[in-house]
């Protein structure tokens, strides 16, 4: 058996009850879930592909590759060969799966994080690694690893790596035959800083060889319940991933890739969901600041990392008291043991309510 660590979300179950009996009831900024509606131009495209009795095709149809690099292109300054893209059941599956899927093992160490979406542990542990948190990659010194991950804007912290850092870390994983594996789900959520893809030629040189970039139209586009994600980058690799997961069946359905074409084709419905975001951010940091917390990084993505000095499940517990239910630091390691997540995935009179209860 892998021994893995407790799944995170249920030890803030006591908490979210106590929010519930709140008169107004729950106003929940733990779990970044969207909201918001699905855009019509993806359902519209999901139902004209309904009728879908056959097996999809792993590597995806020729319209969604091509609509996820026409979207790299056109948005991010990223040129790929649509046949270097490969869609994923969301980019979870991915980030759980990519250490064994790249033949990582035991006696292997895989890098992640020092603040890090939980996944990326658990990935390196189902894969019979180690997870190694770390943000400075000296520390690792002359040890060779499989994987290195990063995550620019952060799942939790909101921080933006800048291109001169993703820079170093691919030339020193290149040195050592280490792939680097980027997860880019928040890259149109830029607020002050501007985020830059791992495959930008900023940053790869114009080669991406060595580099995968993750991206997941969750957020983006609201699908997190179609389970629509892809992953992109060095030829070799993605050809290897693909051979993989044909034999493990990991397809994603049709229709689902259908509407994954539609959105990328689509900026539109992008514009005005980063437009919504945009809206709750203005009016919920100015209002944690003004009851105490202090903002870091949360420069981009959708999440505020806060802190008001004290314990993280301190700070879970004063909230919940007044309905509003946040995730705690120490969910993605230590070193966020006195800090809390503050989500922006909740509708604009819920956001509203937060407002008031922090008054």
Known sequence: MIALPDFPWDRLAPYKELAQAHADGIADLSVGT???????????ALAAAADSPGYPQTHGTARLREAAAGWLRRRHGVTVDPADVLPTIGSKELVAWLPTLLGAG??????????????YDVGARLAGAEPYAVDGLVAV??????LVWVNSPSNPTG???????LRKVVAWARERGAVVASDECYLELGWEDHPVSVLHPDVCGGSHEGILAVHSLSKRSN????????????PVLVKRLLEVRKHAGMMVSAPVQAAMAAVLDDDEHADEQRGRYARRREVLRPALERAGWRIDHSTAGLYLWATDGTDCWDQVRGLAEKGILVAPGDFYGAAGRAHVRVALTATDERIDAVVRRLQ
Do not use: C, N, Q, S
Not at 37 to 42: D, K
Not at 159 to 165: F, K, M, Q, T, Y
């Open 34 to 44: 969207p909201v918001d509606p699905v855009p019509a131009v993806a359902r519209k």
């Open 159 to 165: 921080r933006v790596l800048p291109a001169e850092h």
């Open 106 to 119: 035991r006696g292997d160490r895989v890098v992640i994080p020092e603040l890090a979406y939980p996944t």
């Open 223 to 234: 699908l997190a319940g179609y389970r629509a994600g892809f992953v992109a980058g060095d």
């Open 141 to 146: 010194g002359p040890e060779r690893v499989p």
